[in-house]
C-alpha cells in the first residue's frame, strides 16, 4: 500500500496543458478570460509554493511559540472574514470581537481535545497535525459562525417591528428573538449538516483523497475523514451557537428592549 | 384603578416630560410629525432608554421587570408588529377576542390570515390583542389613521369605554375634532418636548 509517488516540476508544467489550452481557446474566441485565469493560476501556485515552504520550516524549527503565532495569524484572517461576510455588524469592538471569540474559544477546545486525546502526536501541540487541524476546524466554523451572525442580524433588522410587538405584550428578550434565533441556528448549522450528509456519496473529502493519494489505505484515511468531520461538525455547533447567543443578548438588553442601535448600518 | 404618572422622563431625543393621567381620563396629544409623540410613548413603556421615573399608582416602572410593566401599561404603536400567520397565534389562548373584535366590526377575522390583512384592520387588531391582555393604562399612536368614518366611530366608542372602565389613556392624533370628540384635556409637543401646560378642550 505505502505507494507514495513524488511529483516533479515536470510532472506539474505537463498538468499546466489542459489549463495552457483553455486560455488559447479563450483568445480564440475572445472570452478575455485568459488574462484571468493566468493570473488566479500563478497566484494559487505562487501561495502554495510559499506555504510549502513556511509549512516545512515550521514542522523543522517545531517551536510551540512559533506555533501558536501561526494559529494566531489565522485566527485574526478567519475573524476578519467572519466581519466581512455580514451585511450588518454589530458596532464597534463587538464587530469583529464576537464573531472571532466564538470561533477561537470553539476551535481551540476541540483542537486541543483531539489532539490531547484522539490523534496524540509527540508532543501534543506538534505542528504538523495541530496547525492542518486547526486550520480545517476553523475554517468550518468561520463559515458557520457567519453565516449565523449575519441571519440573526438581518432577521432581528427586518422583523423589529413583530419582534417590538411582541416585547410590547409582555415577552421576555429570549422569547421575543426566539424565532429569529431559531432560523440564525438553521442557517448556521446548515452547510455542516449538508456536507456530511453527501460525504461519500457525492463528494469524496480532499483531505481524505489526499491521503489515499500519498499511499495510505483507504480504510485508514475514512477513519481519520470521520474524525476530522465528527470534530467539525462539533465545533462548528459550539462556535455558532455561542456567537448567535452572545449576539441576540448584545442587541437586546436586561429591560426587555430590542436595541438595534447597537448593530451598524450595512455597507454600501 | 391607578393613575398614570411621568416625571422628567427623558431620552437621548426627547424631554424632560412630566404629566399626568387621571385613572378614567383620556388625554390626548398632538404635534407636528417628528415632534416626539411616538418616542415619548415608547419611553413611557421602556423601549427605548430613558431617565426619570414613570409610575402607574403604587408601580414604580424601574422596580418591576419591563415585560410585567408592559402588561399594565400597554402600547399599541401605529405601525403594528405580526409574527404568526393567522390573526390567532397573536391573541392569548385564554383570552376570548371574539368580543373585543366583534365591537370593531371584524367578527370572524381570529381566523383570517395576516398577510391578507388590510392597514386599517391591522390597526384594529392591534389594539384588540393588545386590550385583551386587559392592561391598566393604555397608550394609543393613531389609531384611526387609515380608517374610514364607520370604522373610526367603533374603535373611538371602545376606547370611551376602556374610559369608563377607569383606564388612563393617552391618545396621539392629528386630528384636532378627534381630540375634541375624546379628550378633555390636550398636550402640544414639538421638537421633544411639551409646549406649555395642558389646555382643556372645549
Known sequence: ?268 | MPALRIERLATKLIGPISFDVAPGECLALMGASGAGKSLLLRAIVDLDPSTGNVTLGLHARDDMPASEWRKLVAFVPAESGWWGDRVRDHFPSNCDATELIGKMGLAGSIEWEVSRLSTGERQRLALARALCRKPQALLVDEPTASLDDCATRLVEDLIRECCREGMALVLVTHDRLQAERMAKRLLRMSEGRIDRPSENVP
Open chain 1, 1 to 268: 500500500m505505502n505507494s507514495y509517488i513524488p511529483l516533479t516540476h515536470r510532472d506539474l508544467l505537463l498538468a499546466s496543458i489542459f489549463l495552457a489550452m483553455n486560455a488559447g481557446f479563450s483568445i480564440l474566441l475572445s472570452l478575455r478570460l485568459e488574462r484571468q485565469l493566468i493570473v488566479s493560476a500563478l497566484r494559487m501556485i505562487t501561495q502554495l509554493f510559499v506555504v510549502g515552504f513556511v509549512l516545512k520550516t515550521i514542522f523543522t524549527l517545531s517551536s510551540p511559540w512559533l506555533t501558536l503565532l501561526v494559529a494566531a495569524i489565522m485566527v485574526t484572517f478567519a475573524g476578519r472574514e467572519i466581519w466581512a461576510r455580514q451585511d450588518r455588524r454589530l458596532r464597534g469592538i463587538w464587530g469583529i470581537g464576537l464573531g472571532g471569540t466564538s470561533m477561537l474559544l470553539a476551535g481551540t477546545i476541540v483542537t486541543v481535545f483531539a489532539l490531547t486525546t484522539q490523534i496524540q502526536p509527540t508532543p501534543w501541540w506538534s505542528p504538523q497535525f495541530a496547525l492542518p487541524l486547526f486550520g480545517m476546524i476553523l475554517g468550518n466554523t468561520m463559515t458557520g459562525v457567519s453565516l449565523g451572525l449575519d441571519t440573526l442580524h438581518t432577521a432581528l433588522y427586518r422583523e423589529r417591528a413583530a419582534i417590538e410587538a411582541k416585547l410590547l405584550l409582555g415577552s421576555t428578550r429570549w422569547e421575543a428573538v426566539s424565532a429569529a434565533h431559531q432560523r440564525a441556528l438553521r442557517s448556521g448549522f446548515t452547510p455542516i449538516i449538508n456536507s456530511m450528509a453527501a460525504t461519500g456519496v457525492v463528494s469524496l473529502p480532499g483531505m481524505m483523497t489526499g491521503q489515499i493519494l500519498s499511499g495510505v489505505d483507504p480504510q485508514e484515511a475514512v477513519k481519520y475523514q470521520i474524525l476530522i468531520t465528527l470534530l467539525i461538525g462539533g465545533a462548528t455547533g459550539l462556535g455558532v451557537l455561542a456567537a448567535t447567543f452572545a449576539s441576540a443578548w448584545r442587541l437586546t438588553d436586561n429591560r426587555e428592549r430590542l436595541r438595534l442601535d447597537r448593530l451598524a448600518a450595512p455597507r454600501k
